[in-house]
């Protein structure tokens, strides 16, 4: 038996995390929460991931500048799929720029997600 996948969804909105962690808890995936960009990269420099779940629009330091951080600090990071309601085309353009293995939209449906991390993470 293989060990779950290790997820950190990274996002400033409590009930955005619930709902992810719940979606992702019952595919059975090993979920770790941050509610803030500090938080998470505290999280990443002291524990490994399979893959990141971010959003960009956070008070203390955007998803941007969480992944310009991860991107200086590590040569191999996990995948980063951004996850935010800032979806206009500048905005992915932006993230995908930085180093984004993907970009969806909230509000995103259990299939999308789960698809995308499966994608990513196989």
């Known amino acids: 038996m293989t060990d779950p996948l290790r997820v950190l969804v990274v996002d400033d909105e409590r009930d955005t995390l619930d709902?992810?962690?719940l979606t992702l808890r019952t595919a059975g995936y090993e979920i770790h929460l941050a509610?803030?960009?500090a938080e998470s990269l505290e999280m990443i420099r002291s524990n490994s991931f399979d893959i990141i779940l971010l959003d960009i629009m956070m008070p203390d330091m955007s998803g941007f500048d969480v992944l310009r951080t991860l991107k200086e600090e590590?040569?191999?990071h996990p995948p980063v799929i951004f996850l935010t309601a800032k979806a206009m085309?500048?905005?992915r353009q932006e993230?995908?720029?930085l180093g984004a293995d993907d970009?969806?939209?909230?509000p995103v449906t259990r299939g999308s997600l789960l698809d995308t991390i499966k994608?990513?993470?196989g």
């Open 74 to 76: 590590m040569d191999n």
């Open 89 to 91: 085309p500048d905005d």
């Open 95 to 97: 993230g995908m720029e």
């Open 35 to 37: 509610n803030s960009g």
């Open 103 to 106: 970009f969806l939209a909230k």
């Open 119 to 121: 994608k990513h993470v």
């Open 19 to 21: 709902l992810i962690d």
